[in-house]
């Protein structure tokens, strides 16, 4: 059973930055697209980026250039560096391995001054 925690939601300020991190279990993380995705609140949930295991990047264009997404595959930990935040990133932000295959229980990122 592959188990996702997410970590480091909260409230921050526009302009502000927010590091999220998601710790799966299981030994063959390395094998996996990682990503983030995010729902606010009555919109569908979109993708935020993805790492392929090859460490090809992919990101939404509204966070191009402000978001960064890494992996560390020997502690089995994908991370979203979010900077220059804006009120419109205001969701849930979720983590996902093997695109959509497993999920983890989501983090709340509030932007507002």
């Known amino acids: 059973q592959v188990q996702l925690v997410e970590s480091g939601g909260g409230l921050v300020q526009p302009g502000g930055s927010l590091r999220l991190s998601c710790a799966a279990s299981g030994s063959f993380f390395r094998s996996y697209t990682v990503g983030w995705y995010r729902q606010a609140p009555g919109k569908q949930r979109e993708l935020v980026a993805t790492l392929t295991a090859g460490l090809i990047q992919n990101y939404a264009g509204s966070v191009k250039g402000r978001f960064t997404i890494s992996r560390d595959n020997a502690k089995n930990t994908v991370t979203l560096q979010m900077n220059s935040l804006k009120p419109e990133d205001t969701a849930v932000y979720y983590c996902?391995?093997?695109?959509?295959?497993?999920w983890g229980q989501g983090t709340q990122v509030t932007v507002s001054s």
């Open positions: 996902s391995l093997g695109n959509g295959r497993w």
